[in-house]
């Protein structure tokens, strides 16, 4: 019996952690996919969101979800003006050019989140209905973690439908899989990027905002967890919305397990796991070849 408990705290508080993972990173596996630049700043927009929405409704008084809302609509608006203007011009650059322009950003949004709000750690505080537990008759599961879940499993349905059942979907898969042939038929990819670039940095956004009981909101959130990011990129494959999905809810699990199970190594054998599998799917599960 003790057995089951632990193997279900695993796997609940693994889902929980897993699902934020894949509200931020997925955004940055679509955009690195289709516009292929290093984009390293992407966790800096998740801590923009979760702070712009610590501020909506901690501080101003609006409602938990629509300061949710705003928090990703107002970061997705700053991005895609941050990509016509800065991002854009780094597109045919190397590689060197694309990680300093993005670690940069990350640098100074560090700098002004610290001057604006401090150095502690912020939580956003839930409304009164997703506090408490849900009680199943046998378990309870803190009703909060279950709407993270929840959150994460609807985002993964949205954008798989939006990408393989709408026209933009459809424009998208083209342009990742060859972007050249995709101009040559007219689509406009360069609004396409930054319709894109808008829209990961939004749900980057969704995640800082929802995630702060799992992943801690501090002025450094973009760069203290950037490799978990990238982890779930990586093993997911660039370009693809199943990939990320499945990577995040096994990074999740997998963190979770070796944190409860053998705290003393941390994350060591995840770590170990995913090098591993890097090694024999340099792809990614459901990656593009480029």
């Known amino acids: ?16 952690f897993g699902a934020v993972l894949y509200l931020v990173s997925v955004g940055l596996s679509i955009t690195m996919g289709l516009l292929g630049i290093a984009n390293l700043a992407h966790g800096a927009f998740a801590a923009i969101g979760g702070y712009l929405a610590f501020y909506f409704a ?8 629509l300061a949710i809302a705003c928090a990703a609509i107002l970061t997705g608006a700053g991005s895609f003006f941050l990509e016509r203007t800065l991002y854009a011009k780094v597109y045919d650059a190397g590689e060197l050019e694309q990680v300093l322009l993005s670690i940069g950003l990350v640098f100074i949004t560090t700098a002004g989140l610290h001057f604006a709000f401090g150095p502690v750690p912020t939580t956003i505080q839930p409304p009164s209905y997703l506090l408490g537990s849900i009680d199943t ?14 959150s994460g499993f609807a985002a993964f349905i949205i954008l798989w439908l939006g990408i393989e059942r709408t026209d933009l979907g459809a424009k998208i898969r083209a342009a990742v899989d060859n972007r050249h042939m995709a101009e040559a038929i007219g689509i406009n990819t360069a609004r ?14 969704l995640g800082g905002a929802l995630g702060t009981e799992v992943i801690s909101l501090t002025p450094g959130y973009g760069l203290e967890h950037l490799l978990y990011f990238l982890i779930v990129v990586s093993v997911g494959g660039l370009g693809s919305i199943k990939g990320p999905f499945f990577a995040a809810l096994l990074l999740g699990v997998g963190d979770a397990a070796c944190k409860i199970l053998v705290p003393e190594f941390g994350s060591f054998f995840i770590l170990v796991a995913v090098f591993l599998l890097i090694l024999a799917m340099p792809q990614g599960l459901f990656g593009r070849s480029q």
């Not at 408990?5 to 508080?13: D, G, N, Q, R, V």
């Not at 901690?58 to 979800?65: D, E, F, Q, S, T």
């Not at 309870?140 to 709407?147: A, E």
């Not at 396409?192 to 956004?205: E, N, Q, R, Y």
């Open 137 to 150: 008759g046998w378990r309870t599961f803190p009703t909060y973690r279950v709407f993270l879940i929840a």
């Open 1 to 16: 019996m003790a057995a089951l408990e632990t193997l279900l705290s695993i796997a609940f508080a693994g889902l929980a």
């Open 192 to 205: 396409l990027f930054s319709v894109v670039f808008a829209l990961g940095s939004a749900l980057a956004a």
């Open 58 to 65: 901690n501080k101003a008084g609006v409602p938990y979800l």
